[in-house]
């Protein structure tokens, strides 16, 4: 099974592999080649440290009315308003969420599990509450999902490339 990989070069000090819903992002610093032992060793060893996830039967999938009503439940755990909130394709995020309330869901979400679907879901509604990762960001995420870590662990595993099928692959940043 093949899993894209895109190697863009930064300004930045140290490697980085990103995983998103269209493949796996390698960050290298400029002035490093592509091509360089090291990057191709950090690449293979960063995906052998992946949970390895089973893609779910079709039956097993959430649907778009499933996964809006998803957001129906965690906006009123979380006591957030929404906006606008949209399922569409998106290549390099599996959520965004705007500082006017508007929630915009990766189509790809429809191929994870039910758990992996809500932690993303609960993720971006707590930046309603928290800008950015920082402690205040965590210790609420701590307090409506407390296995997040465990959750955005496994979800690191997931690169899905098309709704209809789940692929295997990604990395840690």
Not at 69 to 92: F, I, K, N, P, Y
Not at 103 to 108: G, N
Request: proline share 5%.
């Amino acid at each position: 099974m093949s899993i894209e990989v895109l190697i863009r070069q930064e300004e930045r000090q140290s490697l980085a592999l990103r995983i998103t819903p269209g493949g796996v992002v390698v960050l290298v610093p400029r002035g490093l080649d592509a091509a360089d032992p090291r990057v191709r060793r950090f690449i293979a060893e960063g995906l052998k440290r992946l949970p390895r996830p089973v893609a779910l039967p079709a039956a097993g999938r959430l649907t778009r009315e499933a996964l809006r009503d998803l957001v129906g439940e965690w906006s009123a755990r979380v006591g957030v308003r929404l906006g606008r909130v949209q399922v569409r394709a998106m290549r390099s995020k599996w959520a965004s969420c705007s500082g006017r309330g508007n929630l915009t869901l990766s189509t790809a979400l429809l191929a994870l599990p039910r758990d992996l679907a809500e932690y993303v879901v609960c993720h971006e509604l707590v930046h309603l509450k928290v800008a950015g990762h920082g402690k205040g960001w965590q210790a609420l995420m701590g307090l409506y999902l407390p296995d997040w870590r465990e959750r955005e662990r496994r979800l690191a595993g997931w690169v899905v490339q098309d709704p209809e099928r789940a692929v295997v692959g990604g990395s840690w940043s």
